[in-house]
T-cell receptor, first 114, second 114 residues
Framework: NAGVTQTPKFRILKIGQSMTLQCTQD?????MYWYRQDPGMGLKLIYY???????DKGEVPNGYNVSRSTTEDFPLRLELAAPSQTSVYFC?????????????FGDGTRLSIL | AQSVTQPDIHITVSEGASLELRCNYS??????LFWYVQSPGQGLQLLLK??????LVQGIKGFEAEFKRSQSSFNLRKPSVHWSDAAEYFC????????????FGSGTRLSIRP
């Protein structure tokens, strides 16, 4: 079972460049999430989606955009990369948004902005 | 303010020894509490969760956690650690109603001494 798949695993960007982090899940989950994890910190929610066509901001949305055109895919876009966006990005999905339903995490994308 | 504190950044224990990872939280409502494990290069995996009922919760991989309301703590324990337990451990707290509002602690890195 693939679960949650993130691509790429690693990427180096120059300041001002743009890129899209891909996330796809094959569990038919309605809810999908994007987190960032900075060194020595817990995960911070960037954006989440409750279903195709519906997205909402999390705790740290500035500098990012998302879209959800299908149930399976939830890409995260950085338009103008900044050094502060150097982080590890995790995508997750769950069947519902209730806390008793576990979130399934991808393996992460390690992004460096130089 | 809602928060999760993991006071130990890094812990080293000998293989076969017992383990306790500390977690304290501040939360206004009835908390839903979680422990996640993150192995190197991978996403987070749920170890256990607690919402109500018996305050001693059993999880996967031989882990357990005890909820102590009077101390606002949810410490993770394992009687005998294995080398494969070396990983980063995250405590988290949130409402039952919305996983998108889960707050993660900054993590405790566990190293195992042969």
């Amino acid at each position: 079972n693939a679960g949650v798949t993130q691509t790429p695993k690693f990427r180096i960007l120059k300041i001002g460049q743009s890129m899209t982090l891909q996330c796809t899940q094959d569990m038919n989950h309605n809810y999908m999430y994007w987190y960032r994890q900075d060194p020595g910190m817990g995960l911070k929610l960037i954006y989440y989606s409750v279903g195709a066509g519906i997205t909402d901001k999390g705790e740290v949305p500035n500098g990012y955009n998302v879209s959800r055109s299908t149930t399976e895919d939830f890409p995260l876009r950085l338009e103008l990369a900044a050094p502060s966006q150097t982080s590890v990005y995790f995508c997750a999905s769950s069947y519902t948004d209730r806390s008793n339903q576990p979130q399934h995490f991808g393996d992460g994308t390690r992004l460096s902005i130089l | 303010a809602q928060s999760v504190t993991q006071p130990d950044i890094h812990i080293t224990v000998s293989e076969g020894a017992s383990l306790e990872l500390r977690c304290n939280y501040s939360y206004g409502a009835t908390p839903y509490l979680f422990w996640y494990v993150q192995s190197p290069g991978q996403g987070l995996q749920l170890l256990l969760k607690y919402f109500s009922g018996d305050t001693l919760v059993q999880g996967i991989k031989g882990f357990e956690a005890e909820f102590k309301r009077s101390q606002s703590s949810f410490n993770l324990r394992k009687p005998s650690v294995h080398w494969s337990d070396a990983a980063e451990y995250f405590c988290a707290v949130g409402p039952y109603s919305s996983a998108s509002k889960i707050i993660f602690g900054s993590g405790t890195r566990l190293s195992i001494r042969p």
